[in-house]
Nanobody, 114 residues
Framework: QVQLVESGGGLVQAGGSLKLSCTTS????????MGWYRQAPGKQRELVAR???????NYADSVKGRFTISRDNAKNTVYLQMNGLIAEDTAVYYC????????WGQGTQVTVSS
């Protein structure tokens, strides 16, 4: 059974930082793409950042220069370092495998207070 477990969310003041982690289990073959998505209240889920197994990355324009995605292939774990957080970053953050999301975690809440 495939499982993704996110951690690291919480409440932070504007300008602060958080680091999210997502650990996967139950996946036999190597995962190529892993990504972070977010969904704010009343909005659609959006891609935040994506990383390939080779380390190629892409980011939403709104987070470029502030967020960094990375991964540890040996541990099947993906990270999202979030710096310079703003109120608009408040959302539930999900990790997912695959280019467009095959398997999903349960999400972790990030709340940025202004």
């Amino acid at each position: 059974q495939v499982q993704l477990v996110e951690s690291g969310g919480g409440l932070v003041q504007a300008g602060g930082s958080l680091k999210l982690s997502c650990t996967t289990s139950g996946i036999i073959f190597g995962i190529n793409y892993m990504g972070w998505y977010r969904q704010a209240p009343g909005k659609q889920r959006e891609l935040v950042a994506r990383i390939s197994k080779a380390g190629n990355t892409n980011y939403a324009d709104s987070v470029k220069g502030r967020f960094t995605i990375s991964r540890d292939n040996a541990k099947n774990t993906v990270y999202l370092q979030m710096n310079g957080l703003i109120a608009e970053d408040t959302a539930v953050y999900y990790c997912a495998t695959g280019y467009a999301g095959d398997y999903w975690g349960q999400g972790t809440q990030v709340t940025v207070s202004s």
